[in-house]
């Protein structure tokens, strides 16, 4: 069969199909997204989008639990929101097989930190395979449900964003199947209290036996196909894993390498045996020094750390920087990869992330700028308000953390109030909002939260939430009503205002700021991308240069279609008629009709 040319993300779609899973579920988060939305598209396997990811968990562990292989994807911060069942799950180990996936995001390309999931694999006692590219994302995905069964585990597989995103050539190989530890798997209601049901009693029974578990995979480790030594003589010793072993490779294409693919639990004879044959070991990896804690506690001298940075990717000039014994420098560019792609710096035009034109969130911040209010910010496109010129955005934690950042100031500075609120997207609140607005209602902080609603998770490639109305598949779904869940989660003021009626917004604003009680602002309008709602696109406005005085309050919107000729700031500001969508926000805050629609 001809190789195809996958992304790491479609190569483990592939794999979960070609293991025959019967369900995948997850919430989007880059860089894990398209696994779904490849699957989503596959027949004769089911794929849910879920409000979040510990929903996803619990979901794919009744699936295990009914004898059925299933996969659950997210990204490395996802893993946070789902810990509690993970944790438990290595305790009751599974039915059919379960893999989890952990997209990590070194470099911090979509992501509010660069934490290292690798950690979670020992602390929750999780075996976790790393694939260096997407042959053997396909691979490892097939053989990490084989795993899980053979062992009665949960699996981790970790990517991170350049083995998600980074294509490259894909075979079907023929499966190598771990050692058969259990009975065939049953489908159906199985009724086993002792295994699921983690009271304290069978608790306490279970935890030996997850010791136990993960004392033969160990051992399994050592012979196992997802680790191998490549011997090349010299007297350097590299020890890797995952898109590490690229830049290895490319840096010292002579150099003996130990490639880890299970990077819990670790190869500890394997690992001195390679060891034993240098003078010098090197161990590469990016972020946290995961494999060089281990090799240093099995009493070996290493390098790691105190060559290779901390923090962001690693590329392959850091590792020649190493390998050479000098520090990796400082330069940001350090890894801009060979010379002449470094030479094409400055002929790509540079796109600095902002809001999309005719965004409908654009006009509410520009009135919490010009108002001066505080904003507890939260995770979504929105957060793009941080910058100029909106410069909107004060706080921005984790997802579901703003409504409670705005209710605890609040509570503490009620000499502040009215000059605080909180934004949150549509499907961050339906992720994790919805306790924070339960705890306001409960607690009677007077708190204003303002609800931006553009019907999808825009900030991950638009997928379908609760609040769309449609499901994965762009199927018509169940749709919520916010008036009354916000009503029925204790809220008696809620206001749904069109995101594109300043006047209405501004009113909305000032009016629930100063209410004594809590209270939610629906700003509604879908996203100017989106192809199954009535996005709101009107002939393109134009601003006549005659009656223009040159203010600057169009150019505050921060709208892409808006600018000065050539950027020359002698110049009038005028629209771009190919961009604009004639959102008309510009229109309304202009006090001298000097923008309009040609008649």
Not at 490 to 515: K, Q, S
Request: charged content about 25%; glycine content about 10%.
């Amino acid at each position: 069969m001809k190789p195809k040319l996958l992304s790491g993300n479609e190569a483990i779609a592939r794999g979960a199909l070609d293991a025959g899973a019967a369900l995948a579920t997850g919430y989007p988060g880059t860089p894990s997204t398209e696994i779904l939305e490849a699957l989503v598209r596959e027949p004769g396997i089911r794929t849910f989008w879920s409000p979040n990811e510990k929903i996803a968990v619990e979901l794919a562990s009744g699936v295990s639990c009914a004898g059925f292989r299933v996969l659950a994807t997210m990204k490395h911060v996802g893993v946070n929101v789902a810990a509690d069942p993970i944790f438990t799950l290595a305790y009751t180990g599974v039915g059919g097989g379960l893999v989890i996936v952990t997209a990590d995001d070194p470099e911090l390309h979509s992501s509010q930190n660069e934490q290292d999931n690798r950690r979670y694999a020992s602390f929750a006692r999780i075996p976790m395979l790393e694939p260096s590219d997407s042959q053997e994302a396909l691979d490892f995905t097939r053989e990490a449900f084989l795993l899980s069964e053979s062992f009665d585990i949960p699996v981790f597989l970790r990517t991170t964003t350049r083995i998600s995103h980074g294509k490259s050539a894909v075979e079907q190989r023929s499966a190598a199947e771990p050692p058969k530890e259990r009975s065939p798997i049953k489908k159906g209601l199985i009724r086993n209290p002792a295994k699921y049901v983690m009271v304290p009693a069978n608790a306490r029974a279970r935890h030996p036996d997850l010791e136990d578990r993960i004392s033969r995979l160990a051992a399994y480790a050592e012979d196992c196909p997802f680790n191998r030594a490549e011997l090349r003589g010299g007297d350097l010793g590299i020890i890797t894993s995952g898109i590490s072993y690229n830049y290895v490779r490319e840096a010292a294409p002579e150099a003996s390498v130990l490639k880890l693919g299970l990077v819990f639990p670790m190869p500890s004879v394997l690992i001195r045996d390679f060891a034993s044959r240098f003078d010098r070991i090197l161990v590469v990896e990016e972020l946290e020094p995961y494999i060089e804690e281990w090799v240093r506690l099995l009493g070996i001298r290493c390098e790691g750390k105190s060559l290779i940075p901390r923090f962001g990717e690693t590329g392959t000039q850091t590792v020649r920087h190493a390998v050479s014994l000098s520090s990796p420098s400082p330069d940001p560019a350090r890894d801009a990869g060979p010379e002449e792609e470094r030479g094409l710096e400055g002929r790509i035009p540079v796109r600095p992330p902002v809001m999309c034109v005719g965004c409908p969130h654009r006009g509410i911040f520009h009135l919490l700028n010009r108002k001066k209010f505080f904003v507890a910010g939260d995770i979504g496109c929105y957060t793009l308000a941080v910058a100029p010129p909106l410069s909107a955005i004060h706080t921005t934690l984790c997802m579901g953390a703003g409504i409670n950042q705005a209710a605890g100031i609040e509570a503490v500075l009620p000499e502040e109030h009215g000059k605080v609120v909180a934004v949150i997207g549509d499907s961050t609140f339906l992720h994790s909002g919805m306790g924070g607005v339960l705890n306001m209602a409960f607690n009677s902080i007077p708190a204003t939260v303002i609800i931006l609603d553009n019907f999808t998770t825009a900030m991950t490639g638009r997928q379908n939430h609760p609040g769309s109305g449609f499901d994965a598949s762009g199927n018509r779904t169940r749709q919520i009503q916010w008036e009354a869940l916000l009503k029925g989660l204790g809220i008696e003021n809620v206001r749904i205002v069109d995101a594109y009626d300043i006047g209405r917004l501004r009113d909305a604003l000032e009016e629930e700021t100063r209410r004594d009680a809590p209270s939610v602002i629906v700003v509604r309008g879908a996203c100017m991308l989106l192809k199954n709602h009535a996005v709101k696109r009107n002939p393109p406005l134009r601003i006549d240069p005659e009656a223009c005085t040159d203010c600057g309050v169009c150019l505050s919107l921060g709208c892409p279609a808006i600018a000065r000729k050539g950027g020359s700031a002698g110049e009038k500001p005028c629209i771009d008629q190919d961009q604009c969508t004639g959102c008309d926000l510009c229109g309304q805050l202009c006090s001298f009709g000097a923008i309009g629609r040609e008649q």
